[in-house]
């Protein structure tokens, strides 16, 4: 038998994704989930066998974050956390773009980029998106939906003139070019 | 693209399926993995374990 505890301890993975999605921090996200599995031991006799335990578990994540942002407000606004915290393995050969990519992620509201996450990381689908996530099933396909289309857009280049990203990204694009035809190496531009 | 307050109004996908097989769809999976995969694999923190653990013993005893 499967018992609370053993489902707990199988869904830290997926928990860590969740809030690394939400937070953008390591070690935010770290706190988080903890804090998380700290509510979800406590309301352990809440939970009814044989409901959906992963979706219970995502909620009660997603609860104390929006929790603790709204503690926080006051004297921190969750858009100063640098965009770098994604960033991952330095040394990858897509590094420039996954830079890219993680400074967008970090631009997207934290509700489409935890759902967007949760879906093409974790391979969920919208109904259980939804249900983890405590919204309509449309509310979480326009989610994902979104985050994608803003994704590509800044991707892409369709960006406004005075867009605070792509200026970053061209300088850092600019620089990685410059080492690279100087016969530089560029990964430090990264760091 | 209709945006309101928090963005919530439905403006759904064509398809009910989650996966996106555009060359934009694929590379973003490929790079959303690379991003987050390594921390799903990491190592659970003893501390952590710990917690789960001695909550289990409390509640069995």
Redesign the interface.
């Known amino acids: 038998m499967t ?1 609370f ?1 053993s489902q ?2 199988a869904i ?3 928990l ?2 969740q809030a ?2 939400l937070t953008r921090n ?1 070690a935010a ?2 706190d988080l ?2 804090d998380a ?2 509510n979800a ?1 406590a309301a ?1 006799d809440s939970f009814i066998p044989g409901t959906n335990f992963s979706a219970w578990m995502h909620r009660i994540l997603r609860n104390r974050f929006i929790s603790d942002l709204r503690k926080r407000r006051d004297t921190t606004d969750i858009d100063d956390v640098p965009a770098a915290s ?4 330095p040394t ?1 050969e ?1 590094n420039l ?2 830079k890219d ?2 400074m967008a ?1 970090s631009r997207l ?1 934290a509700d ?1 980029r935890e759902a ?2 949760m ?3 974790q ?4 109904e259980a998106l939804a249900e983890a996530t405590g919204c ?1 099933v ?2 979480a ?6 985050a ?2 803003q ?2 857009a800044w ?2 280049g369709d960006l406004p003139a005075n867009d605070k990203l792509r200026v970053k990204v061209s300088a850092l694009r600019a620089a990685m070019d410059a080492r690279q035809r100087s016969g530089q190496r560029g990964e430090d531009l990264l760091g | ?1 209709n ?1 309101g307050p928090g ?7 064509n398809s ?1 399926a ?1 996966e ?1 097989e555009t060359a ?2 694929l590379w ?2 490929r ?12 190592p ?2 003893e ?3 710990r ?3 001695d ?2 013993d409390k ?1 069995q005893s």
């Open positions: 018992t505890h707990v301890i830290l993975p997926k860590r994704v690394l999605s390591r996200a770290e989930v903890q599995v700290c031991l352990q994604f960033a991952t393995n990858h897509d773009a996954l990519l993680s992620l509201p489409q967007l996450v879906v093409v990381v391979g969920m689908s919208y309509a449309g509310t396909k326009s989610r994902v939906f979104r994608r289309r994704l590509e991707m892409t | 693209m945006r963005g919530e109004q439905p403006d759904p996908p009910d989650p996106d934009f769809g973003l999976r790079g959303l993995h690379q991003l987050f995969d390594d921390v799903a694999n990491e659970i923190p501390e952590l374990l917690l789960i653990e909550d289990r509640t």
